[in-house]
């Protein structure tokens, strides 16, 4: 959903975020939505602006979500809230699933298929009755072979008939009846004992939600890494899905789940991905271990034969051409094999264990600030001090840069700076209006913006640097005539450069990603153009339309929608794919095609022109009637294998997931777990204290905290703050932001300091097996203690925006923290660890005798 | 061909490996740990050998290039994605052997 959807919301729940000091900028239309009469809730662990001006205030223990949500489930299925004509028609909630399938609940915590000594699911019991299902394509999606060691074969069961279904609802293993025992214990009574929220306001909240859910009205969820960094954080947002997809919030006006993006390109990250293991728009890394040694077995294995994924091939071949241009022939497998392939998780978090192993020679960092933003600092520290080489960029000097001379072990006494072998080079940047560029943050939204003023001295942008960097490893390599040099020498590399500091010209870039067609260089408008003939180029076919013709870069479009128009803003910057901005929304109509409400309408089929038509972009074939219903007896592939009302087209079956048959790791229901340290047992599960596929590295250094250890009573979290952007170090080293927040500090409720005694400003010690922090003590009623499982547990909370460097300095939060990941994204968790907290200074003196935090 | 530097970290590599399909821990063992520090020690010294004008021919430079698949190997195993791809260590560890045999 576009983030100014919002304002069309009559209910939003803010959770996992705190979207009024985090993300103030959008949160305006949390503010117009709430005029309009919504009702607004935060349900969080601290009480923050984002509370103060939520309408419902509701806490709960960091990490206890999926009991939250889980127990909204149960009361929306129990009390037949739900929206049956949305959820029997668009989600798999009557789909049957295999005979085999086996639930936490009847099983201690664990689903069935799970080898106790790899740690791993099998996900055959999981698949719908006599099928296997292919996961959409998405990130993390190569991660294990999903039953299709067969070049795809099995998948193809997906084009012999529809998967089972029970209308009906009465199959003993149909998705509804599991979903009934799965979360029958999820009671509000159960929510309270876990989460610490009172029974009744849980209730009231989720009743109201789905009271504002239906054919007139929609909710909507908001979240931020509040959700997804818990080793149970892909499940998290799984449970909130549900919930939308019960209550008909997806796909339609004012509906849907708000993922909030950072101020840097955090969206545009994933999608022209920084990450390992995807190719951009979110195509899979090839995988050594997997069928994947040719493009074409690479090609039958991982595309789906149904649903839109079924065009996979028009996008991997049109990435190739745009990536290796002549060089990519139908004859090498359009240089398939110049891609590199993934052998295991190279992760942040693995990485960084390699680096201390020295797998690892040099790093260049670029955007990021590791020494204070990763988690375990001084294990992240061991692991620079082990490389031969490190590159930092940025605009200011980082912790990162100057871990050598300053860093937490050198501050220790554990070693001098001389000791320290790896050779450091300090690049300056660029700041984001001394260059041209595109962000991409919420909802994914591609807004360009142009050089201010010049850099100064001999500060270059990230393009730049990138560029020249590609040149001069193309020059290096140019004449070696080892193979695995080819794959450098047959990259296209020909930015055009500018002035006279041969500025690669950005648009350029946006051109190639936008795509091309490969005979004149003409550019393409539109993804459905692409090809698999190798007559198309094309950097990311979700961003095709970006840049449709010479010129015209409708990224830079600022025409917002006035009085008497839609309110879309469809000439507000550009909004992939295809400038759309409500993903699924022919969800927003009824099966037969017509708006659920005149109030809630966005697309609909319009008989007279047969096609779909409306305020926005449709996400479906524009000319497909709505009573279109597959001739399984063709065997039908691709959309051809999808009903006129199967909206959710990335889905193989064009249903919304309620039940997920393939694609997670660690199961097809959200299931509450602990977090993997948690002062508590699990009271849902005994014998399952947490996430089984969670991701755990116990070396030393790394060691975690055993369930309920006496030594660590406390539940920690990290948060940022308004004032102190990203990592923290553009606004520390400015004076009028670092004033703001002047230095580090914990925030401790006053029971809790009463009975340690720590004064509101006193200096406290905080302490976990990896590390120890000195900070002083903000008292304050924003935390209250919790009540779980018939205990009081506190929890206390800290900002991870501090470092050594800047005017407004503290010590790094992220030295408490492990290094552990979630199954399915590696993402660390930094939302709900163990601790403890005395009042008082670190035992040990700062051997540089400064003290990151002012004394 | 005289033996390769670092040999000695090769067989400690192998030693380690051997342990670790015996046993098949789970991920971030110890061994893994050592066969993963092994690997790169012997990968280090050829590499050092090479750089110091020591390639003697295009076995050499193959040599390495095996040697890297290996530690690749023994990296997904150490940090997997979805299943521990414990076949494909065993071939790993058995070019291993020959690398330090034939080095």
Known sequence: MALWDLANSDCIIEMGSNLAENHPVGFRFVVEAQRRGATVIHIDPRYTRTSALADIYAPIRSGSDIAFLGGMIRHILENDLWFRDFALAYTNISHIIEEGYGDPEQNEGLFSGYDPVAGTYSQDTWQYAGKTVPSPVAEHRVQSQENSSDEGAAFESMTKSPP?????????????????????????????????????????????????????KTGAFTYAVGWTHHSTGVQIIRAASIIQGLLGNIGRPGGGIMALRGHVSIQGSTDIPTLYNMLPTYLPQPNVFHDHATVDRYLATETPPTGWWSNMPKYVISLLKAWYGEAATRENGWGYQFLPKLTGDA?????????????????????????VGAVNSELVERGFANLEWMVVRDFAMTETANFWQQGHRVRKGEVRPEEIGTEMFFLPAAMPGEKDGSVTNTSRLVQWHDVVCEPPGDSRSDLWFIVHLGRRLKELYRD????????????TWDYALRGEKQEPDAEAVLREINGRTVADGKQVADYRELKDDGSTACGGWMYCGIFPETGKNLSRSRRPDGPGESGAHLGWAWTWPLNRRTLYNRASADPAGKPWSERKKMIWWDEAQAKWTGNDVPDFLADKRPDYRPDWSKRPHGMDALGGDDPFIMEADGKCALFVPSGLKDGPLPTHYEPIESPVRNPLYPKQQRNPTAKLWGRPGNELHDAADPRFPYVFTTFRLTEMHCGGIATRVMPHTAELQPEAFVEISPELAASLRIRHLGWTVI??????????????????PFRIDGREVHQIGMPWVYGWQGYARGDVANVLLAITGDANTSIHSTKAITCNIRPGRKARPDVLGQSEART | MSAAPGRESGHRALAALDIVLARKPERD???LSEAT???????DAIIAEQRGGGVRSANDRQHLAHLNAVLSVVLGVHFPLGETPWDELQKARDWLSDLVRTS
């Not at chain 1, 149909?174 to 306001?201: F, G, N, W």
Request: aromatic letters at 6%; glycine letters at 4%; charged letters at 30%.
């Open chain 1, 347 to 371: 992760s942040q978090e693995p990485m960084t264990m390699a680096m201390s192993d020295r797998v690892v020679k040099g790093q260049f960092i670029l955007g990021q600030n590791p020494a």
């Open chain 2, 29 to 31: 063992d110890d061994r």
């Open chain 1, 767 to 784: 302490s976990t097996l990896r590390g120890e922090v000195e900070v002083r003590a903000m008292v304050t009623e924003r935390l209250k």
């Open chain 2, 37 to 43: 520090a092994e690997l790169t020690k012997f990968r």
């Open chain 1, 480 to 491: 070696s005539i080892e193979p695995k040099d080819r794959a450098i020498q047959a990259l």
């Open chain 1, 164 to 216: 089972p279904q029970d209308p009906t609802l009465q199959h003993p293993n149909c998705v509804y009846q599991i979903m009934r025992r799965h979360y029958a214990r999820y009671t509000p009574e159960m929510v309270e004992r876990v989460t610490s929220c009172p029974k009744d306001l849980f209730v009231r909240i989720t009743e109201i939600f789905a009271h504002n859910s239906g054919r007139e």
